[in-house]
């Protein structure tokens, strides 16, 4: 009877401490579209254009340590794509037809792999990573690197990345009949704020 009492109480300390000293538990953060942005920057032979994305959704499965960025385990990223905004309604619709937004809806991001965390400091950290982008039903792999920031209940990704629209079989843009065209290679700059 008190071998089995014994037993009971050893199981139940090796519980206590298989679940006090586990280190990291992963934790799902979603992404607060107010305060984060997305820019697609690109040139024309008139002048330089910019779209804002006003409309965003995605989620980061992460694990911490001591708020220190040890994994992510799941990384999505989605933009509405007739969110993104020029200010000029001429270029928005053009920008639209070019990523056929009539059959395409959304703009989106997966992570399949981190290929590295490196932080320098409590915090702060430089995240390389693989995953797949899709733009106008297209989808092709693409290699980012971002900064993470922690602090408190949120997490901070910046970053940017130059590709080419016809990777994702998309004709640059063009307006007034053609006299103005824009160049083939964007710039995307994010800042995407996460919090749990």
Excluded: R
């Excluded at 992460?62 to 200010?87: C, H, M, P, R, Y």
């Excluded at 619709?93 to 395409?104: E, G, I, Q, R, S």
């Excluded at 039903?137 to 993470?148: E, L, Q, R, Y």
């Amino acid at each position: 009877m008190n071998t089995l009492k014994n037993l009971k109480l050893a199981l139940g300390t090796l519980l206590i401490m298989i679940v006090t000293t586990q280190i990291s538990v992963a934790q799902t953060y979603n992404l607060n579209n107010a305060s984060s942005s997305l820019k697609v920057e690109g040139t024309s032979n008139v002048h330089d254009w910019e779209l804002e994305a006003k409309e965003q959704q995605g989620k980061i499965v992460a694990e911490l340590d001591n708020g220190q960025l040890v994994k992510i385990t799941q990384l999505d990223f989605t933009v509405k794509a007739e969110s993104l905004k020029s200010g000029k309604s001429g270029m928005d619709k053009n920008t639209y037809k070019a990523l056929n937004t009539d059959k395409h809806k959304q703009i989106t991001y997966k992570l399949t792999k981190v290929n590295n965390i490196d932080c320098t400091k409590t915090g702060s950290c430089k995240v390389t990573t693989s995953g797949t982008l899709t733009i106008a039903g297209n989808s092709k792999p693409i290699d980012i690197t971002f900064d993470a920031k922690i602090t408190g209940d949120k997490i901070t990704l910046t970053g940017s990345k130059a590709l080419k629209m016809s990777e994702y079989k998309v004709d640059p843009p063009t307006a007034m009949f053609g006299t103005i065209t824009t160049g083939d290679q964007v710039t995307i700059k994010f800042q995407s704020n996460f919090t749990k």
